[in-house]
């Protein structure tokens, strides 16, 4: 058998990530034509869920058959909220309207996300949201693949220097964060000292949108505290192929069991540490 070159892996992952781009746009394409431009009406949690039930199960298992059919050996992640990840083989990790709750608001920022998993870790990464962007195709997509590079729209990205006194920062807290009492503390009083430090402190949607923007520059750090891989997965993929650093709020390595995280433009997050050192 021949050997494979550091080259090939990356040139036959982004071939698939190409095939799984296409996919996640019909996804995508498909629930924003059904995207009421009105907020749903839905005044209990019971409702809002039937809503979402009833716009995600059609949309989800379209990307699954999708995606099974273009990598058919790689599993399915059960369960998107679970936070737990298979340590070995190969397995899809998607969510079909990732910012669930900007989509039943009428809210433009959600997404779509496919992300390949490869003994526990991101390999290939798409982040597609529908809704923004402007001009042909319109909609922003975010792919990479692991040792291949990120590209938005097509075209290869990379963070962008800022000073603490200029950035715009942002985060968000994993689902059901009040069952977590620690990591509902450490988002208070990691929001209190980030806002103290920067200009701006955002949540714009999806949290893999949002650490993907790192990697592109429209947003110089992202930070969360409390285990969240379904939804940091793809985006630490996209940000750190871009460039950007990406660790745990201490500064150590990042993995799907961590229960912090921070992805940041590389001279920024030296400082954005220091300023989360206040957390206990």
Known sequence: MGTVSAETVPAELWALAEQVTAAVRLVGAGLAARRPAAP???ATGEEAGARFAEIDGPAAAELRERLS???PRAGWVPEELDGSMPAEGEWWLCDATDGAVQYLLGQPH???????????????????A?????????????????????RLDGRAIAPLPRELAATVAGTSQPPFVAADPVALRRAGESLSAM??????V?????????VAQVGSGHLALFWEYGRD???????ALIASEAGATVTDATGAAWTAGSDSFLAAAPGLH????????VVR
Request: hydrophobic share 50%.
């Open 69 to 71: 059919a273009l990598h």
């Open 195 to 200: 806002a103290g430090a920067v200009p701006a």
């Open 202 to 210: 955002r949540n714009l949607g999806p949290t893999a949108l949002q």
């Open 229 to 235: 891989a379904g939804n940091l997965l793809p985006g």
């Open 110 to 128: 959600w997404a779509v996300t496919a992300t390949l998993i490869r003994d526990g870790a991101a390999v290939l990464a798409v982040v597609h």
């Open 40 to 42: 749903t009406p839905a």
């Open 270 to 277: 030296a400082d954005a540490l220091g300023v989360l050192r």
């Open 130 to 150: 529908p809704e923004l962007g402007t001009g042909p195709g319109a909609g922003w997509t975010y792919q990479a693949v692991l040792g291949g590079g990120a």
